[in-house]
């Protein structure tokens, strides 16, 4: 299994780690399967009050779906649905309204932010960067934009998704545009956030998850209208997967930071 979960039962806090360090985090259709019953399973374990979601290593937190995993998934022929593997992968997805803190080190792109859109807030090491590359291989970025919209000014979520591959948001940057909430040292962001989930456990439960129920609710007509808008903007916008393979090994490799 690529997912793993500690459990502390005397802090009230669980760590669920994406442990595919070797592939940059990059979510299998296991993965993503398990990461929704894991999410399930977390709403029955009244010992865990705070959860913190990060991914092994420092190369990566997640870059989203595994390009071979991609290519597996049947599609509908009618443009007006989409079988996406990853639209259970987060918290809230599974109904899961406990707190939920992200401990971001090295890339977080395109896929990786189904989750990290789903989190309370965002802790990064200094080294993160948060990209998505969808435009430059032919791709909508809808579902992706629609998360990050929730917690980024317009036209940062606009550049970031129309700027593609050619430019990483720096940590620094995350942080000044309200993206993270704190920058660590590089390293630093899991201990950073668990003992932001340690602190946030302490507290009683339901006023906890209530508070996360009233934050939530600020947005969340929008947002689900705008992901019932999403799946229809990608099938009709998303080039041929022939030919976003070939986009993937005739793009350029470099990009700059800000």
């Not at 690529?2 to 669920?16: H, L, M, P, Q």
């Not at 606009?158 to 704190?182: Q, W």
């Not at 989930?197 to 906890?208: F, L």
Request: glycine share 10%; net charge neutral; hydrophobic share 45%.
């Amino acid at each position: 299994m690529s997912i793993r979960v500690e459990r502390d039962k005397e802090t009230g806090v669980a760590v669920v780690t994406l442990d595919r360090p070797e592939k940059h985090n990059a979510l299998t259709l296991d993965m993503a399967r398990e990461l929704g019953a894991v999410w399930g399973g977390l709403r029955y374990e009244d010992e865990i009050r705070a959860i913190v979601v990060t991914g092994a290593g420092v190369r990566a937190f997640c870059t989203g779906i595994d390009r071979e995993a991609a290519g597996n998934v049947p599609q509908p022929s009618s443009p007006y649905t989409i079988d996406d593997p990853l639209l259970t992968i987060g918290p809230k997805a599974n109904d899961l309204w406990k707190p939920v803190v992200a401990a971001v080190e090295g890339m977080a792109c395109g896929g990786a932010f189904y989750l990290l859109g789903e989190a309370e807030f965002l802790i990064a090491g200094e080294d993160a960067t948060f990209f998505d590359p969808h435009t430059t291989y032919g791709m909508v970025s809808a579902f992706e934009t629609v998360h990050m919209a929730q917690r980024m000014p317009h036209g940062e979520i606009a550049r970031m998704a129309l700027m593609g591959g050619a430019e990483r948001i720096s940590a620094r940057r995350a942080y000044e545009t309200g993206l993270v909430s704190e920058v660590t040292a590089p390293g630093g962001a899991l201990a950073a956030a668990r003992g932001a989930a340690v602190v946030i456990a302490s507290y009683p439960t339901e006023a906890v998850q209530g508070t996360v129920r009233a934050l939530w609710s600020v947005k969340e007509t929008a947002r689900a209208r705008a992901l019932a808008l999403a799946p229809h903007l990608v099938t009709l916008g998303n080039l041929p997967a022939d030919r976003q393979a070939g986009l993937f090994t005739t793009r350029a490799k470099g990009f700059r930071t800000r």
